[in-house]
């Protein structure tokens, strides 16, 4: 395997992870679809719970459990845009160390 990513004066990083780059180019726009998706609708039944709770305490949880939500939604959506936009520079910066590579087959 190791042999596999040698070419000429060291390994050929665009080769080898081209087949990764594909997938998650493939992959990253249908995944942020699915957790916005997700998220919309824990945060529509979330927020139906908090106006439907009646009591002090069901109505304090129910707020808690809203916020705590909607941040988890926002940090995991913006994760992953951000995985999005940093393949390109990621790939950049490992074709960037092969030149410091010294490999000996």
């Given at each position: 395997m190791f042999n596999m990513l040698?070419?000429?004066?060291?390994?050929?990083?665009?080769?080898?992870?081209?087949p990764i780059y594909t997938f998650f180019s493939v992959v990253m726009?249908?995944?942020l679809g699915v957790v916005f998706l997700i998220g919309t609708i824990k945060c529509v039944a979330l927020g139906i719970a908090y106006s439907k709770?009646?009591?002090n305490g069901t109505h304090e949880k129910a707020k808690k459990d809203l916020i705590n939500a909607?941040?988890?939604?926002?940090?995991?959506?913006?994760?992953i845009g951000v995985m999005y936009l940093l393949?390109?520079?990621?790939?950049?910066?490992?074709?960037?160390?092969?030149d410091s590579w010294n490999f000996t087959a």
């Open positions: 040698l070419a000429g004066s060291g390994p050929n990083i665009e080769q080898a992870m081209s726009p249908i995944l709770s009646d009591e909607i941040v988890g939604f926002a940090i995991i959506f913006v994760l393949k390109t520079p990621i790939i950049e910066w490992l074709e960037g160390l092969t």
